[in-house]
């Protein structure tokens, strides 16, 4: 075994596990160490399970050694964000109003996961309730970037890139209500793709904006990507925004030549505020799409510039109104300190959520409240159809979207921290796709002068993920 178990892609470990050139329990053992060794100083689990791990493992042996492997992914070890319900496993979505909650069912992608085989490693960190672009959020603990440990890994699925990238997980689950498995796969180095809103269920999913969530994978590859789509996508009817219908073989189109697709390049994304390495490393990755034969044009989509106000409204709306359920009356945390009803709301909602979670919480309620309603979230709503417009006009004459995933590469601990407006700037690119409810992949196209990685964004009309892999893959054949 010369090659180190923990930087493998899936397709590799599922090669060599079908060739016994090494089997699960190896992966997996090997990967319970890396954590081990690697991550007091990174950072990314809440909870490793590793004895249910290796279990897990020696099942998939067992069952690979019979020929009866369940899928692809039977016996990888995975890493899973820890808003995705997991049954008998604590889930925390790293806020100590959720600090001891068990549930008692699995969400519908655990379901899937499981029923392929794969191994669970544990729970990865994150912003508390997904709300953050640094997992500085977490009520817990911080989470570092493997690339420099002085800077943050993105977020909210920070915990989940943050694995993958270190070698503590072959793959990882993460969620995205506005940029939060993309812009941390862009800080890290890592692919991570945001799913068309429907293709995966959110049944499990711990809500922060429903409208806009959804569950996708962080992987080594855009390979990878494609593989744990196939095991995740599909119709549940426990969802009622779960899109019914047949779900494609996302790994269908990889490795096709990408001549004549045309692919846009908006100019509002290469404007003001973009860091100069990335704008050059976005602008590198166009010319190597027009080597590989694709036509890259500048477009003008005006109503992206309105999206992030939009998107703060809505997201903010709807975590006010997701949010009312964490009460202490029902489950989760409850303040020990009251004298009434309205004493214990009052205590467990300020004591039990972090200062980013009440932050938009009240800009929520404020955006939903009497007066208020028409001027800010009936108007947000107007702009998130002019922003899908804008797409589907783009849609017409081009096969995907190029654009960066962030403004900078991964900025320093503590950087942002006092300046939340600056700290929400960074999703402007991002937040476009979940309003419009695109699918979108964040694949690394270089690295700036100190070494650091940069994303770029590939959009595609609704459903259009297998285009948008085999995009991302023949980019990643020509870089080599």
Request: charged content about 20%.
């Amino acid at each position: 075994m010369e090659k180190d178990l923990t930087k493998l892609t899936v397709r590799q470990l599922a090669d060599g596990m079908a060739r016994r050139v090494f089997s699960s329990e190896e992966v997996t053992a090997a990967t319970l160490a890396a954590i081990r060794q690697r991550d007091p100083e990174i950072g990314a689990y809440l909870t490793v399970l590793e004895e249910d791990a290796l279990a897990a493992a020696r099942e998939s042996d067992q069952r690979r050694s019979k020929g009866e492997a369940l899928s692809p992914l039977d016996g990888i070890p995975a890493g899973i964000k820890d808003n995705i319900c997991t049954k008998g496993v604590r889930t925390t979505c790293a806020s100590r109003m959720l600090e001891q909650f068990v549930p008692p069912y699995d969400a519908h992608v655990m379901e899937q996961l499981k029923g392929a085989g794969v191994v669970m490693l544990g729970k990865l960190n994150m912003d508390e309730f997904a709300m953050g672009s640094t997992t500085e959020n977490s009520h817990f603990q911080l989470t570092r970037n493997p690339a420099d440990p002085s800077r943050v890994p993105g977020g909210s699925s920070g915990g989940s890139a943050a694995a993958v990238a270190a070698g503590e997980a072959a793959f990882a689950l993460g969620s995205d209500t506005g940029g939060s498995i993309r812009q941390p796969a862009a800080f890290c180095g890592v692919v991570g793709l945001k799913p068309t809103y429907g293709a995966v269920s959110r049944y499990g999913l711990v809500a922060f904006a429903s409208s806009l969530d959804q569950i996708g994978p962080l992987t080594r590859d855009v390979a990878d990507a494609a593989l744990v789509m196939n095991a995740i996508a599909g119709h549940d009817r426990r969802d009622s925004t779960s899109v019914p219908g047949e779900t494609p073989d996302y790994t269908a189109l990889l490795g096709q030549e990408i001549r004549g697709k045309r692919l846009a390049l908006p100019r509002e994304f290469l404007g003001e505020g973009l860091a100069p390495a990335v704008r050059e490393a976005v602008l590198g990755a166009a010319r190597r799409f027009e080597q590989l034969g694709a036509r890259v044009e500048e477009v003008s989509m005006p109503a992206l510039g309105h999206a992030l106000p939009a998107y703060y409204i809505l997201s903010s709306a709807e975590a006010s109104s997701n949010l009312a359920r964490f009460d202490g009356i029902r489950y989760g945390y409850r303040s020990p300190h009251y004298e009434d009803m309205a004493s214990l709301y009052r205590n467990t909602r300020s004591e039990g959520f972090g200062p980013e979670v009440k932050r938009r919480i009240m800009l929520g309620t404020f955006a939903l409240s009497a007066g208020y309603y028409d001027a800010y979230y009936k108007k947000a709503l107007q702009v998130r159809t002019l922003v899908l417009r804008d797409y589907q006009r783009i849609f017409e004459d081009f096969d995907a979207v190029l654009s960066p995933v962030a403004p900078t590469t991964a900025y320093r601990i503590g950087e942002k921290t006092t300046d939340p407006l600056e700290m929400y700037l960074g999703d402007i690119y991002t937040v476009p796709v979940n309003i419009a409810g695109l699918p979108a992949l964040s694949l690394p196209c270089g690295r700036d002068a100190d070494g650091l990685p940069v994303g770029m964004q590939l959009t595609g009309p609704a459903f259009s993920e297998p285009a948008l892999l085999q995009l991302g893959s023949a980019f990643e054949s020509e870089e080599g």
